[in-house]
């Protein structure tokens, strides 16, 4: 189960000679830093260790939030800032968090059972569906403050939620949608079991009064689910007639419609068959196709709206007299100088002023090493601050910022109809207009020749090649597909996404954040001058110890166990590196440019590695290098992938050889390092102009134009909001063996469509001769058009079929999992 | 058969009371969340760690020291 050389919290690997673990239900666990030791040491104090034994997943690494953190935490209650999210004057209070880390079931059970434990606490409840927690309180009893560090004291971040309308208009549309849902299947229900006693009569014979009164049940039942829950088709028609245009809702309506008024006028006048057991169970599936693929849109759109956690709700203004004040950010205004502190997120856009410090911008661009910012630098809103305070000039805010630019693009993508269904659409349109001309021509012949058969072989001839089976067969096998493959952690946000990736040739990767982890760890420690390993790791250690940079804390990480020596007068220079004593010498740490400049020395440039290096006054000690670690599983999707036949492609931002490294290490035959968004995108256009069909799967911001412009897209669940938005799937379980599954999946959906259309087709031209002809009896036509719409329903749901073992993880119970 | 002239009716009227029980229940959030309440009833509350969960009859827990 857990292996023992990972963190048994978050599962990350545990550094060599640890000393962190918790004891967990009579056993020592091993922990990979502080932050889960910690996390997990309260979750165990408070008798909530079955949190470990039923989750799913593995929990996140958990963060420990420094002090300057937690005063934070406590403007939260100031009166002016809780005004924008929380409702309910007085004591009792309200509000909505979005809750970050929750991984699982058990992570509800965890925080649920831990918050509404302290006193003051009326209620909390987790939307595990959503992960928003909405929490209520007593004011005179516990603050906001308190209940955030609560949260964070077991490993998960909340941050206050504006209860703004995107997420009241979901829950509308949502219940609105159910609603619909159960009418139609309660109604096609009943109605199906008055037909089955109908149809009996045929062959047995039934009291005419019976019979009557039965007719007039079906359509007491049928009428609700026509008039209430059909209601979106009734209006697609209408959108659709007044742009003058045939869509999917024509059809769809039109055979609704028809069916029903001819049913309830056969009833009315007792001449004639009813179909209102076809017309209510065709609705019903229509809607629960509908339904599923709302549900996958509306997660999607959440995560545009999880963009809004970056924005700090406050900002250090410092004011013309150089007094500091904080206030909330909506109130900042263009240029307002403000401070931001070391592990400070940048509350909106500006310039930096003064003060050099890295800025961490990961959450934007998916790079992962801060880039350093000087006087005159651009910072961006929501990006982290992390060495040394900056101030800043504000430049933007509120809706002019970067973010709230990505995030109308967002909202502008994810409205936005793939093209492809709207061929599929104006496709069943040309069906529709050659149907309705056909059954004109039927009717006047038959006007004709039998004047008052005339109507119910117009009947007989709608409802029999009513497309019912051709409008179901594609969109019934593409939500039976998109819902495993959503249960097996692939959310598919577009439509063409599933058609698209059944023939994909190339499918091309990004690197760091993709194949790798996007975190770098101390691989080697290459010695250059006379001294030990040890020596030069305590050394380092002592002096990065005064640094934030994710670099040092790699170094850190190393190995937990060496004697700690101490450094001091220790001299920063943000974002190069530094100067201090350590045991009565002088010695530098940092970057090669900065230890060439420290030291007057020239040094060659390594090119395939990310380095740092230590020196004491006179000569270059050590050089350390890191690497970015390989998800797991990667070979083998590659390998999968290759025996698919899909031709594999590398391309990323890296330096050459460290990209060559990387593909060689993995199986990847082309690879292509230093690359541009511009120049993947060159490449990409170069790939498709040869034929190929690329699939891009990839995680940061510099990914965004070459996801848009793949064939199909896929981004990384842990990638940045504005890879998600571009891409057409997400892989939610960061499982890149996932990809050849989806890839397996689509072609077996590609299959399904095929053989449902063409059974389509074939019962049409079969059926349709016959009922032009007058030799199908209505009563025959409705049930061939429900078995032909049952057959291509039934056909979609092999799909739905599980062919794999899901991932593995570390619960306890995997029995229990339900995937 | 004439007894079907009532047991219809009455099946349309529980119909309509089936129909209200799901509306209520949409109403009242039950479809917010269609997966965590499956996982929660696995979990056990009844954990005498758990701050303010007292073992209510000492003598039902045999082997409790405290």
């Known amino acids: 189960m857990t292996d023992a050389s990972t963190c048994f919290h978050c599962g990350l690997p545990v550094p060599k000679g640890s000393r962190y673990a918790v004891e967990i239900d009579g056993e020592s666990r091993e922990m990979c830093c502080p932050g889960c030791q910690a996390v997990a040491q309260a979750i165990v104090d408070n008798g909530l260790t079955d949190y470990y034994r039923y989750r799913t997943e593995q929990s996140p690494m958990a963060r420990q939030l420094v002090p300057e953190a937690l005063k934070n935490l406590e403007l939260y209650d100031r009166d002016d800032i809780q005004k924008s999210f929380v409702s309910g004057r007085g004591d009792i209070r309200e509000a909505s968090l979005i809750l970050e880390g929750i991984v699982c079931a058990a992570c509800i059970w965890l925080s649920e059972h831990h918050i509404m434990q302290l006193p003051g606490v009326l209620s909390f409840s987790v939307n595990y569906a959503t992960h928003r927690a909405q929490v209520k309180w007593d004011q005179s009893q516990i603050s906001l403050s308190q209940i955030l560090k609560a949260i964070s004291d077991i490993g998960y971040l909340a941050h206050p939620l504006d209860a703004n309308r995107q997420e009241a208009v979901y829950k509308r549309e949502k219940s609105a949608a159910l609603r619909r849902l159960a009418i139609a299947g309660v109604g096609a229900m009943q109605v199906m079991m008055i037909a089955v006693a109908l149809y009996a009569s045929a062959a047995h014979g039934m009291d005419a009064n019976l019979k009557l009164f039965l007719r007039w049940v079906s359509l007491f039942i049928a009428t609700p689910v026509i008039v209430y829950a059909a209601k979106p088709f009734f209006i697609g028609l209408w959108r659709d007639l007044k742009l003058r245009r045939l869509g999917m809702d024509v059809p769809v309506a039109l055979a609704i419609g028809a069916a029903f008024s001819a049913s309830a006028w056969a009833t009315i006048t007792r001449h004639g068959e009813i179909y209102f057991d076809s017309v209510t169970m065709f609705t019903f599936f229509l809607l629960a196709g509908r339904f599923l693929e709302m549900s996958a849109r509306h997660r999607a759109g959440q995560a545009a709206e999880e963009l809004v956690k970056l924005i700090p709700a406050m900002a250090t203004r410092v004011n013309a007299d150089n007094q500091q004040e904080v206030i909330p950010v909506s109130e900042l205004q263009p240029d307002d100088i403000v401070l931001i502190k070391p592990g400070e997120s940048v509350p909106a856009d500006g310039i930096s002023l003064g003060g050099i410090s890295s800025v961490d911008e990961s959450l934007l661009t998916g790079e992962s090493i801060p880039i350093t910012k000087l006087e005159g630098d651009q910072l961006i809103g929501g990006s982290v601050n992390i060495e040394s305070s900056l101030h800043m000039r504000v430049q933007h805010v509120g809706q002019d910022t970067v973010l709230a630019s990505i995030q109308r693009l967002l909202d502008r993508a994810q409205s936005e109809k793939p093209r492809l269904a709207e061929l599929a659409d104006r496709v069943a349109g040309y069906f529709v207009a050659v149907l309705l001309v056909f059954a004109v021509a039927v009717g006047v012949y038959w006007w004709q020749v039998q004047p008052h058969e005339a109507f119910w072989i117009v009947i007989s001839v709608l409802v029999v090649t009513c497309p019912c089976a051709l409008s179901l067969a594609t969109p019934v096998a593409l939500t039976a597909a998109t819902g495993r493959l959503t249960r097996d952690g692939i959310l598919t946000t577009r439509g063409h996404a599933l058609e698209t990736l059944a023939r994909v040739t190339d499918v091309v990767f990004d690197k760091t954040g993709t194949l790798t982890r996007g975190k770098l760890m101390l691989e080697q420690v290459q010695l250059l001058a006379e001294t030990d390993e040890t020596t030069c790791l305590q050394v380092a250690m002592a002096l990065e110890r005064h640094s934030e940079h994710p670099l040092a804390k790699a170094i850190l990480a190393y190995n937990t166990e060496l004697e700690a020596l101490r450094a001091e007068q220790v001299q920063a220079t943000p974002g190069q590196g530094l100067r201090g004593i350590v045991a009565g010498e002088t010695y530098f740490i940092g970057n090669p440019d900065f230890i060439a400049q420290s030291l007057n020395l020239s040094l060659e440039q390594s090119h395939d590695q990310t380095t740092v290096m230590l020196a004491n006054s006179q000569q270059v000690l050590a050089v350390f290098s890191f690497s970015d670690q390989l998800r797991s599983g990667v070979v083998e999707a590659i390998a999968g992938l290759k025996q698919k036949g899909c031709r594999v492609h590398l391309f990323s931002g890296d330096r050459q050889a460290v990209v060559r490294r990387t593909a060689q290490e993995i199986g990847i035959d082309h690879a292509v390092g230093e690359m541009t968004p511009a120049d993947k995108l060159a490449q990409l256009h170069a790939l498709q102009e040869g034929g190929a069909v690329v699939a891009m799967v990839g995680d940061g911001v510099n990914d965004a134009p070459v996801l848009a412009g793949a064939q199909v897209s896929l981004a990384m669940g842990s990638g940045t909001q504005i890879a998600q938005a571009s891409a057409d799937m997400v892989l939610l379980s960061e499982d890149l063996g996932q990809l050849v599954d989806a890839i397996q999946a689509a072609r077996m959906t590609r299959r399904i469509i095929r053989e449902n259309l063409t059974w389509a087709v074939v019962y049409n031209l079969i059926a349709l001769p016959l009922a032009a002809a007058g030799w199908v009896a209505p009563w025959m036509a409705a049930i061939g058009m429900s078995v032909s719409s049952l057959a291509v329903v039934i056909n979609a749901l092999r799909l739905t079929r599980r062919h794999h073992q899901p991932a593995k993880t570390n619960s306890l119970l995997p029995a229990l999992k339900t995937g | ?66």
């Not at chain 2, 099946?11 to 949409?26: C, I, P």
């Not at chain 2, 499956?38 to 969960?53: F, V």
């Open chain 2, 1 to 66: 058969m004439t007894i079907l002239y009532m047991l219809i009716p009455l099946g349309l009227v529980l119909l309509g009371v089936a129909v209200w029980a799901f509306m209520w229940a949409v109403r009242s959030g039950q479809f917010d969340d269609l997966e965590g309440p499956a996982h929660r009833i696995l979990m056990d509350d009844d954990d005498p760690r758990i701050p303010g969960n007292k073992p209510k009859d000492k003598s039902a827990l045999p082997g409790e020291k405290e």
